[in-house]
């Protein structure tokens, strides 16, 4: 539905909106619930990492992370 869609109403398509999306978003959940959503997107990077260095043919580029980002090969 791109009645939704609020990239059009910005000069640089939506990064302003995206500033207000992120600050909704901290608005409504607070600090706690933030760091908890952080926190379980680490938690479930740090899964995929382990489930990538058990499973044959899956190489880790790097071997370890310091973001939700897992490159592997």
């Not at 059009?8 to 600050?23: M, N």
């Not at 908890?36 to 899956?58: A, P």
């Amino acid at each position: 539905d791109t009645g939704y869609d609020t990239g059009d109403k910005s000069v640089q398509c939506g990064r302003k909106v995206d500033a207000f999306k992120l600050w909704l978003m901290w608005a409504v959940r607070g600090h706690q619930g933030f760091a908890s959503l952080v926190d379980n997107c680490m938690q479930v990077s740090r899964y995929f990492m382990s489930r990538i260095k058990e499973t044959e043919g899956f190489m880790l580029v790097l071997p370890e992370f310091q973001c939700t980002n897992i490159c592997f090969w």
